[in-house]
Nanobody
């Protein structure tokens, strides 16, 4: 399985971005997928994940601001990020559970 993430960039505080991640390759069944992030000098942390049944789970710091969704017909997940804060600045990594990671996409929130 390979993962292709896109959608990162520079945004002002309070702004929005959408990330997407598409899985390809030998996919025999849809696994849970998700997003983690890692800021400089910090541990990688869960942002959000979603099961193949649509159940979602969010990190505490993004609840109410971020929304994860999936299009199983396209093997793609999305992360809609609203009300972005400077502390959301990090490299965002897509994961196809249990352990296939994407290449990471930079999100920078700055004025």
């Amino acid at each position: 399985v390979q993962l292709q993430a896109s959608g990162g960039g520079l945004v002002q505080p309070g702004g929005s971005l959408m990330l997407s991640c598409t899985a390809s390759g030998n996919i025999f069944k849809i696994n849970a997928m998700g997003w983690y992030r890692q800021a400089p000098g910090k541990k990688r942390e869960l942002v959000a994940d979603i099961t193949n049944f649509g159940s979602t789970n969010y990190g505490e710091s993004v609840k109410g601001r971020f929304t994860i969704s999936a299009d199983n017909t396209k093997n793609t997940i999305y992360l809609q990020m609203n009300s972005l804060k400077p502390e959301d600045t990090a490299v965002y990594y897509c994961i196809y559970y249990p352990s296939t990671w994407g290449q990471g996409t930079q999100v920078t929130v700055s004025s």
